[in-house]
């Protein structure tokens, strides 16, 4: 939709995550058209992979969901998955946009009956749960993936793998030619909402994640404690599936700290408190330990904080944490018997 002018309307949202859905959502119910794109195979970014989000503590499913089905209900919304941008010509109010879509090998024929995925024989690491266990070379990216529609590791699949995939198939959904595309649109403006990804935690070498099983970052604990993670939400030890006797949260690991981000994350202390609370329903004797340079819990988390602070079996230990040599054992730093770093 052009004005006399010639300008656009329509707007580019590139990232699918809770920004960007509800940037899209917002655009379009005030009546423009969106192209909503993302990376990834299913939109949701990483509020997906959360095991439940504050304030209400409930699956992000709840919160995901109901944005989903705007988005599929609203005609002016155009969503493309496995896609980025390879190019921008133009300036605001007349880009040429030309988007790069990788292929999928599945078509929209596809019903996610999982056909496919009992006949291949073939694994790769499963990146939603962030390599933690394995899924077949042809997977539903999660249970709760929008679109629902399988995806297909190509590169992974054996010819014996290829052929049992095909002939499982009753919808032909499966085409394994597909080729990447190239779609070319006119847009007025485009919103950045591409989110974030966690640091690197074999940076900070103190905290020991290379050398300890039982050193997990705050976004694999999510996964540890998600029903549809690679314990069904048992939080159990990486490596020997040990129970939680004790545990550490490790805050402002890599943040406010001038040798690697100088800034707040902003949301890891709320992360933190978010994970006291598995811990605690799943092992009520458990001992927490969490080390601390300043606590970040603002107006109403506050009390939050104050609930999880009393709890007896929680100790909060103001310092900075080192840990230089981790022991072999797979205990974490401390003798802690998990770690976590957030
Ligand atoms: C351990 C932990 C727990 C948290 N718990 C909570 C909580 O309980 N409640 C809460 O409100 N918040 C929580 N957060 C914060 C929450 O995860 C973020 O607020 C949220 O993810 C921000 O959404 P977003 O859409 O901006 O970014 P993201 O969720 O990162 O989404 C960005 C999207 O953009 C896509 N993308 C990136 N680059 C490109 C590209 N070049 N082209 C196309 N697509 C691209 C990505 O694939 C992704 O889908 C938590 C964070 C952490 C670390």
Redesign the pocket.
């Known amino acids: 939709m052009t004005d006399e002018q010639g300008t656009s309307s329509a707007i580019l949202v590139?990232?699918?995550?809770?920004?960007?859905?509800t940037a899209a959502l917002e655009a379009a119910e005030v009546g423009n058209d969106v192209f909503l794109?993302?990376?990834?195979a299913?939109?949701?970014?990483?509020?997906?992979?959360?095991n439940?989000?504050?304030?209400k503590?409930c699956p992000p499913s709840c919160g995901l969901e109901i944005n989903f089905r705007r988005v599929r209900d609203n005609r002016k919304i155009r969503t493309y998955t496995l896609?980025?941008?390879k190019s921008i010509s133009g300036s605001a109010g007349n880009y040429e946009v030309t988007l790069e879509i990788a292929p999928r090998y599945v078509n929209s024929n596809c019903a996610a009956c999982g056909s496919c995925a009992e006949v291949c024989t073939d694994e790769i690491d499963n990146e939603f749960n962030f390599g933690l266990d394995k899924i077949k070379a042809v997977y539903l990216p999660h249970e709760m993936a929008f679109p629902r529609r399988y995806v297909i590791a190509k590169d992974h699949l054996s010819e014996e793998s290829k052929k049992a995939i095909l002939a499982a198939c009753k919808y032909k959904g499966i085409d394994l030619d597909m080729e990447t595309q190239y779609v070319t649109i006119k847009v007025g403006s485009i919103i950045w909402?591409?989110?974030?990804?966690?640091y690197e935690p074999t940076k900070m070498e103190n905290l020991g994640y290379a050398s300890s099983n039982a050193v997990v970052?705050?976004?694999e604990?999510?996964r540890l404690a998600a029903p549809g993670g690679p314990t069904n939400g048992a939080i159990l030890r990486p490596g020997d599936n040990k129970e939680i006797e004790s545990i550490a949260f490790v805050q402002c690991a890599g943040s406010r700290d001038e040798n690697h981000l100088e800034y707040c994350?902003h949301?890891?202390c709320?992360?933190t408190m978010?994970?006291m609370t598995y811990v605690r329903e799943r092992y009520p004797d458990a001992e927490i330990y969490v080390f601390y340079i300043d606590l970040r819990t603002p107006g109403k988390y506050e009390h939050f904080r104050e609930k999880l602070m009393s709890d007896e079996k929680a100790h909060f230990i103001k310092g900075k944490y080192r840990c230089k040599s981790p022991p072999e054992s797979g205990y974490g730093c401390a003798g802690h018997r998990h770690a976590a770093i957030?």
């Open positions: 590139v990232g699918g995550g809770i920004s960007g859905l794109i993302d990376k990834n299913y939109f949701g970014g990483r509020v997906a992979q959360l439940q989000y504050f304030p503590l896609t980025t941008v909402a591409t989110g974030w990804n966690p970052t705050n976004m604990l999510e994350s949301i890891c709320m992360a978010k994970q957030t």
